[in-house]
């Protein structure tokens, strides 16, 4: 069946510190894939997504970019702040169960002044 | 404003009380589904739904039940919850042909 891997937490980074975020997946078709943030207390938001091998999705200054060759989709920021401090979900949506996303175990990012 | 609306947020309840957590959308989507979120396993696909008397099991359905009459509401109902329910649930929903479910506020639940 489908899976998601995602490193474990938590990440504790300085402001102004680059992030990656390991992500890699194992699907039957040809999937979507999604990274979810959710800050305390609230519910998920997406982030961003990628829907074919080599896209890039982007958003707030998040990257995460869909190789297939590798079955990755690691989430990187160049500078990440105090504000970005929240747990991040690693996803994937299959072709072939449409209705459902495959979520990672979460990783928790936590940013220090 | 667009958005999926679920209660109550918090739930303590005891064991073999029914309860139903309701979850509600206005934004139209054909799919809708509920997930619970348990620490180191992420969230899990409870039920879900595409469309009006269309409802299937996801991955955890046992102790759980779904109805949907209407197209903007979903509830999940547990008919004699126990303490393995213990848990964050979310409902979530989307257009047929959209990527990404948009996912309500959440609902703590304690069953003791």
């Known amino acids: 069946g489908d899976s998601v891997t995602q490193m474990e937490g938590p990440v504790t980074l300085s402001e102004e510190a680059f992030l990656t975020i390991n992500c890699t997946y194992t699907a039957t078709g040809y999937p979507s894939l999604f990274w979810y943030v959710q800050y305390p207390g609230e519910g998920l938001q997406l982030l961003l997504k990628a829907t074919k091998a080599d896209d890039k999705g982007s958003n707030k200054g998040f990257e995460a970019t869909y190789r297939k060759e590798t079955t990755s989709f690691h989430l990187e920021k160049g500078s990440v702040q105090v504000s970005d401090s929240a747990v991040y979900f690693c996803a994937l949506s299959d072709t072939g169960t449409a209705s459902k996303l495959t979520f990672g175990t979460g990783t928790r990012l936590q940013v220090m002044l | 404003e667009a958005q999926v609306t679920q209660n109550p947020r918090y739930l303590i309840t005891v064991t073999g009380k029914k309860l139903t957590v309701t979850c509600s959308q206005n934004m139209n989507h054909e799919y809708m589904s509920w997930y619970r979120q348990d620490p180191g396993l992420g969230l899990r696909q409870i039920y879900y739904?595409?469309?009006?008397?269309?409802?299937d099991k996801g991955d955890v359905p046992e102790g759980y039940k779904v109805s949907r009459k209407e197209k903007r509401n979903f509830p999940l109902i547990l008919e004699s919850p126990s303490p393995n329910q213990t848990s964050l649930y979310f409902c979530?929903?989307?257009?047929?042909?959209?990527?990404?479910?948009?996912f309500g506020s959440g609902t703590r639940l304690t069953v003791v």
């Open positions: 979530a929903s989307r257009f047929r042909g959209a990527e990404g479910y948009t």
């Open positions: 739904s595409m469309n009006v008397e269309v409802t």
